[in-house]
C-alpha cells in the first residue's frame, strides 16, 4: 500500500467518525426537544403490539431519551440492559478489535454468551407477566 492509499483510507475512516459524532449529537438533540415518554412519533415494537410481550429493545427508546435528558434511574429503569450492559459490551468489543490476535473461536464464545444473555433478558422481563415484571419498562403515557 503506498502513501497516497494510506492517507485516503485514514480520510475516510475520518470522516465515517466525523459522520457518526454528527449523527450521535443530532440524535441526543432530538431525543432531548421530543422526549419519547411523551411523543408517539417514535416507532413502535412489532412484538410488544403483536402479543402484549416485551422484547429485550422494549423502552430502549424511551431510556435512551431519559439519558440524554440526564435521568439515569429512568433510563435504567426503561431498559436495563441497554443503559448498564451497553457500555460493557461496548468496551469490550473495542478492546477485543484493538487487540492483534482476532481469533475466531473467541468472537464466537462472546456472540453465542451475548445471544444468551439477550434471550435471558427478554425472558426475565416477562415473567410473572408482561405487566408485572420488575425488569418491564414502566407503561408509556402519551398525551
Known amino acids: 500500500m503506498n502513501n497516497r492509499t494510506g492517507r485516503r483510507l485514514s480520510s475516510r475512516k475520518l470522516a465515517a467518525v466525523v459522520l457518526m459524532i454528527i449523527f450521535f449529537i443530532a440524535a441526543i438533540l432530538l431525543l432531548r ?6 411523543y408517539s412519533f417514535y416507532p413502535k415494537c412489532t412484538l410488544y403490539q403483536a402479543t402484549g410481550l416485551h422484547c429485550p429493545g422494549c423502552g430502549a427508546t424511551r431510556a435512551m431519551g431519559a439519558l440524554a435528558a440526564g435521568r439515569l434511574e429512568d433510563a435504567i429503569r426503561y431498559n436495563p440492559l441497554l443503559i448498564l450492559g451497553g457500555p460493557i459490551i461496548a ?3 473495542a478492546i477485543k478489535l484493538k487487540r ?7 468472537w464466537t464464545v462472546f456472540s453465542v454468551c ?3 444473555v439477550v434471550i435471558s433478558f427478554a425472558i426475565a422481563r416477562n415473567v410473572p407477566s408482561p405487566t408485572r415484571s420488575i425488569l418491564a419498562p414502566p407503561s408509556k403515557t402519551v398525551p
Open 33 to 38: 426537544r421530543f422526549d419519547p415518554a411523551e
Open 91 to 93: 468496551v469490550f468489543i
Open 100 to 106: 492483534e490476535d482476532q481469533d475466531e473461536a473467541s
Open 114 to 116: 451475548l445471544v444468551v
